[in-house]
């Protein structure tokens, strides 16, 4: 499959039996970082409050503080059944949410966005939003449910775009997002939710944007020495495929700790893929989460080395692939969480 930077609105195309020979690797550091937008933990189902928080994000844009063409990722904490359907846990203790108020209210998010955009302006615009959920599965799932509500999930995301107006629907998309965590799941739950995604109709991306908590970085571990405990299995295998392999994933790797660690662990995880399948993870650029530690109190952040910004987040990803060179990647995204 070709896989193309997302410059311009995604096309869903599959391409088979073409062999694609990438033009060679631009150093990460001649990008210069572009302005952080804003993600969120959301905690509310609110088609209000989820208009006012995308036209926020339009305004950004129009005033130039957030660059045009921003990614926003926007999780919904945990999967679950919801009644005889599925839904997620939301972050919190905020209580349930069904997939379709999931999918109305992001629906609302791109419109407020773009609505707030002055018309002039939205033909240059291009707004893709990461609809995200966890891979912290219930106890009793097996890959069966976890399939299923990834099946459901992509569905909706097909909804979703479906029901944008013109208008928006030619300045945003919406697209999955998962927070695929090493210790939340075993690594066959984790490949079923994501291959469910794949399956739905419509054959919409999604946005990679856990962690890799266990895999190695430049000085300890080796190959398979991902996951942590209860859920040890995991291999490198298991996560370049489902942030990057499975080819409709787009890694934004969570980056907050201040000693490094979580860069130098996707980025030795980018130089497996490179010297496995050939070709290094394509990064569309770090998430940290500064503000989601000054909203629930930055001292737990900053005592547990955990309060990076988006620029050392940024920076941390560009001089770890400047020292695996063969890892350098042009990043052209910085994402940084807030909790609402």
């Not at 979580?262 to 940290?288: C, H, R």
Request: charge should be negative.
């Amino acid at each position: 499959m070709i896989r193309v930077r997302r410059l311009a609105l995604f096309q869903a195309v599959i391409i088979i039996g073409v062999v694609f020979n990438p033009l060679p690797a631009i150093a990460a550091h001649s990008d210069p970082k572009p302005n952080t937008v804003k993600s969120w933990y959301m905690n509310t189902t609110s088609e209000s409050a989820h208009f006012d928080l995308g036209c926020a994000l339009g305004d950004r844009i129009e005033a130039g503080s957030d660059p045009s063409n921003a990614v926003v990722i926007i999780s919904y904490g945990d999967p679950i059944e919801v009644g005889s359907g599925w839904g997620t846990d939301l972050p919190g203790i905020a209580g349930t949410a069904t997939v379709t108020k999931i999918r109305k209210a992001v629906q609302q998010y791109a419109t407020g966005a773009i609505l707030c955009i002055p018309s002039i302006l939205r033909d240059h615009v291009s707004i893709r939003i990461g609809v995200g959920v966890t891979n912290n599965f219930p106890g009793p799932w097996g890959t069966t449910k976890s399939h299923d509500h990834g099946e459901k999930w992509g569905e909706a995301v097909k909804t979703a775009n479906e029901n944008l107006s013109a208008t928006v629907a030619a300045s945003a998309e919406i697209w999955g997002a998962y927070d695929n965590e090493l210790g939340y799941s075993n690594p066959q739950q984790g490949r079923a939710w994501a291959n469910g995604f794949k399956d739905a109709p419509g054959v919409w991306p999604y946005f990679y944007f856990g962690a890799a908590g266990g895999c190695r970085n430049f000085d300890t571990g080796g190959i398979g020495s991902c996951g942590v405990d209860p859920f040890d299995a995991w291999h490198d295998d298991d996560v370049v495929y489902i942030a990057y392999n499975i080819a409709i994933a787009y890694p934004i790797p969570q980056i907050y700790r201040e000693d490094g660690i979580n860069a130098e662990q996707w980025v030795m995880l980018s130089l497996y893929n490179k010297s496995t399948y050939g070709i290094e993870l394509d990064f569309e650029g770090p998430l940290s989460q500064k503000a989601a530690c000054d909203y629930i109190g930055a001292s737990n952040c900053i005592a547990d080395g955990t309060y990076n910004t988006s620029t050392q987040a940024w920076n941390q990803m560009v001089n770890k692939m400047d020292a695996r060179p063969a890892t350098i990647d042009d990043m052209i995204n910085s994402c940084d969480i807030d909790w609402h």
